[in-house]
Structures are given as C-alpha cells and as structure tokens.
C-alpha cells in the first residue's frame, strides 16, 4: 500500500536552476496539496487541487506552478530556484476537502545554493 | 500573523504520566480542529480531530479537549509511551475548506524511561 509517494527524497539546486518535484498516489483521492516546511515553522500551503484539470494557489505561491493531468499525479515545479526556496516538501491528498485529514508522502528536502 | 500557536516548542514527560500538548487559535471562522503527529524523516499523520461542536474527543490514549470560549485545544495522551516521540501539530480549519487548514508550529514531544 504506496499512499502518497513523493520523488525525489533529496536534491541540491543552484540558483536559478528549475526542477520539478514529483507527486503520485494510488488512492484515488481527488484532493491533492503541496506543503512546505520551514525549521520552525508550521506547514504553509503552496497549492492545491480539486480534481483533474483543476488547481488554485494556497498561501505561498509565488516561485511555483503546479499542474494536475490525471487524478493520480501532482507535480510541483520549481523555476528558477532561490535560497528562500530552500525547505522541506510534502506533498497531501484525501478524499475530499472537508475535514482537513490527509494523508501526507515522506516529504522532499530541497536545498537551493 | 500566525492564526494557530502552540506556544511550547519542546515537552518532556516520563512514560506513564500523562502528556498535554497546547494550541491556541485566534481565527473565529475556525471550527474543526486537528492534531497531527510528525516522526522524523516521515510526513505527518493524522492523530484525532474535533469539530467546534463538541467540547471532547477520545480515541484510545488520546483526548482532544476544546475550549472555545478561550479558542483553546489540547491534546492529552495518557499513559506516555516512548513511542509517542513525535512533533504534534495542531491544525485548524473551516469546516468543508481543507485546503484552508492552518497548521501551528508543533510541539516536540519526547517521552523518557
């Protein structure tokens, strides 16, 4: 039972570098959401989606584009990487938005230099 | 403006006593509530909820009490069990608007022999 997989665990960037952040999971969830982590800090809310097709930013979109093609992926894309970038990825899902119980990947560790 | 505190970066508690973890909230619009627990290397998982409707939830060694009046929650594990060492986050959020849920800080939680 896979849940929410997240790729990769671990990557180093240089500035100005773009990468793409990989999500999948394999419960036919419709909601999915990509979080960010911070030493010290709460879970700030990058984007989210509905559905196939559907997306809207969350609190801290900005250095970020996400896209939605299939119930299962959600890929996070970072262009042109910055130190402020540097943090901790989770990538979410759950059957629907009302409850706020979701099931979170292991996270992505991304380091911008 | 951080909307959900929990003002206690750090608590130790010998296995057996009982644990209380603390969150205020200062968002009126807040109304279901959320804990998670956090191992290191590992994404968040969900712990309990409450919704502004109850004042109390159990769920084995966990309780979540309510207190709106105060726009306080908090979480009591009882007994303490080495295994319980984890970050807890508090979450909070609209009811029907997951992708609205606001997370505190967390509380490291280490439980001693």
């Known amino acids: 039972n896979a849940g929410v997989t997240q790729t990769p665990k671990f990557r180093i960037l240089k500035i100005g570098q773009s990468m793409t952040l990989q999500c999948t999971q394999d419960m036919n969830h419709n909601y999915m959401y990509w979080y960010r982590q911070d030493p010290g800090m709460g879970l700030k809310l990058i984007y989210y989606?509905?559905?196939?097709?559907?997306?809207d930013k969350g609190e801290v979109p900005n250095g970020y584009n996400v896209s939605r093609s299939t119930t299962e992926d959600f890929p996070l894309r970072l262009e042109l990487a910055a130190p402020s970038q540097t943090s901790v990825y989770f990538c979410a899902s759950s059957t629907w938005g009302g409850t706020g119980e979701l099931f979170f990947g292991e996270g992505s560790r991304l380091t911008v230099l | 403006d951080q909307q959900v505190k929990q003002n206690s970066p750090s608590l130790s508690v010998q296995e057996g006593r009982i644990s209380i973890l603390n969150c205020d909230y200062t968002n009126s619009m807040f109304d279901y509530f959320l804990w998670y627990k956090k191992y290191p290397a590992e994404g968040p998982t969900f712990l309990i909820s409450?919704?502004?409707?109850?004042d109390k939830n159990e769920d084995g060694r966990f309780t979540v009490f309510l207190n709106k009046s105060a726009k306080h929650l908090s979480l009591h594990i009882v007994p303490s069990q080495p295994g319980d060492s984890a970050v807890y986050f508090c979450?909070?959020?609209?009811?029907?608007?997951?992708?609205?849920?606001?997370f505190g800080t967390g509380t490291r939680l280490q439980v001693t022999l």
């Open positions: 989606s509905v559905g196939a097709g559907i997306t």
């Open positions: 979450a909070a959020t609209p009811t029907g608007t997951a992708s609205k849920l606001t």
């Open positions: 409450i919704s502004s409707i109850k």
